[in-house]
């Protein structure tokens, strides 16, 4: 185990920094150059992090010119193209956006409050403007993707959640209709191998929900209505009841009043409580088509404690317990002992550091330092092995998809290595 200060955490440190000024495009940042060329929502979030440490003008940049890209709806896109590039696959002409800049369609996990609300503890600069771009944000999230009211938040695609081809998304998106979708040329095999990335029937299962919202023009109504994949994610959810309660903060440390935000944060404590599956002994995703649960925990259920969530913090924790003995780096991205659990398929095992970071936070928050402790050492031995890669191998610890990632560098400079 290396110390805070020892050559290979300062030789990590430095590629942290090279990462960042590499992938800095001077208002935004990309994940990593080629694979994910463009500014990608939550990646840019997390990244602000990194740029608190370096400088604080520039990670508030980062989160601006993100809400630049918001539309009327509310909504803030998972992809803003702010240029033209090549080497991805699907872009701006198959989404069908018109909303400048082009961007997609939907969205990701709203981290912006609560890296907000670091900045504003570093420094105070948290404009109205910005505040009131969030505020639509997580009242977008609450009428656009809980069209049945139930206090839940849904994904409309498996590339809203963030975690792209986790295995509970594998029953939902069984039943989405690809057969029109036809020849195409996937960009992200040309930079990391197949066995890392999702297969072509995901892939076209993918498109195919692209297509559907483009020829719905993305209207939220009718894809809250008709679209063929809507699942209750307990990512998703825990990140924006989190996010609410920093957003209440954030008002309240501007003078506003907040009573709106706190009958949000009701609305989801309320429906929190449907995610539990008792016979997986966790909290687990919900098809909202099929009223079925997922059968097995993900890295997200852990982040009920995040959530300010408590209960069943005890089986959580007995939870934990069991991965940890069914892996060597934790926290896998789905449960290390279910017959689908893959340590180098993208979100069907690898371990991602910003998830970590979550997961901490919440288990340091609820007295479980012995939790919060562990992840972070283990998500320190990851990254000292294996360098600022995209996600690890939790059996090997071995780097695993894109590399020279923006995030697991900022996470490294604002979390794991900082005294
Ligand atoms: C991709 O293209 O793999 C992305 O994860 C979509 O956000």
Request: with cysteine; net charge negative; aromatic share 12%.
């Amino acid at each position: 185990m290396s110390s805070l200060s020892s050559p290979t955490a300062a030789k990590r440190t430095a590629e942290a920094k090279q990462v960042l000024g590499d992938n800095d495009r001077g208002t935004y940042t990309v994940p990593t150059a080629r694979l994910y060329p463009f500014q990608w929502n939550w990646d840019s979030v997390f990244v602000a992090l990194g740029w608190a440490e370096l400088d604080l003008d520039r990670a508030w940049k980062e989160i601006t010119t993100l809400f630049d890209a918001q539309w009327p709806s509310g909504m803030v896109p998972h992809i803003v193209f702010w240029t033209d590039q090549s080497t991805y696959f699907p872009g701006p002409d198959v989404w069908g956006t018109t909303n400048q800049p082009l961007s997609s369609g939907i969205s990701q996990p709203p981290v912006a409050a609560t890296v907000v609300r670091n900045l504003q503890e570093v420094e105070p600069r948290l404009t109205i403007n910005l505040f009131k771009g969030i505020d639509r944000w997580h009242q977008w999230w609450h009428t656009a993707r809980d069209p049945k009211n139930i206090g839940l938040i849904s994904v409309v695609h498996p590339w809203e959640s963030g975690r792209d081809n986790l295995p509970d998304w594998d029953r939902p998106m069984s039943t989405v209709d690809s057969s029109s979708i036809g020849a195409y040329q996937r960009r992200d095999l040309d930079m990391v191998d197949q066995t890392m990335r999702p297969h072509r029937h995901e892939y076209d299962r993918y498109l195919a929900l692209v297509e559907f919202g483009a020829e719905a023009n993305w209207d939220d109504q009718v894809i809250g209505a008709t679209n063929p994949f809507l699942v209750a994610d307990p990512g998703v959810t825990s990140i924006l009841l989190r996010a609410e309660r920093d957003l209440a903060w954030l008002g309240r440390s501007i003078g506003l009043d907040t009573a709106h935000i706190e009958r949000r944060i009701e609305r989801l404590e309320n429906g929190f409580v449907q995610l539990w599956n008792p016979e997986a002994g966790t909290y687990c995703s919900l098809d909202l088509r099929s009223g079925r649960h997922a059968d097995a925990g993900t890295s997200a259920s852990f982040l009920a404690a995040y959530a300010g969530v408590t209960t069943h913090l005890d089986q959580l924790d007995h939870e934990l317990g069991l991965w940890a003995s069914a892996c060597n780096f934790l926290v896998p991205s789905f449960d290390p002992r279910h017959r689908h659990f893959e340590p180098k398929r993208y979100w069907r095992g690898p371990v991602w550091a910003m998830i970590n970071y979550m997961i901490a936070i919440g288990f340091a928050e609820v007295g479980r330092e012995k939790w919060a402790g562990r992840i972070r050492q283990s998500t320190r031995d990851l990254i000292t092995q294996s360098g600022m890669s995209e996600s690890f191998d939790p059996i090997t610890g071995g780097p695993v998809g894109g590399s020279n990632f923006a995030w697991t560098a900022a996470l490294w400079l604002s979390w794991v290595n900082k005294d």
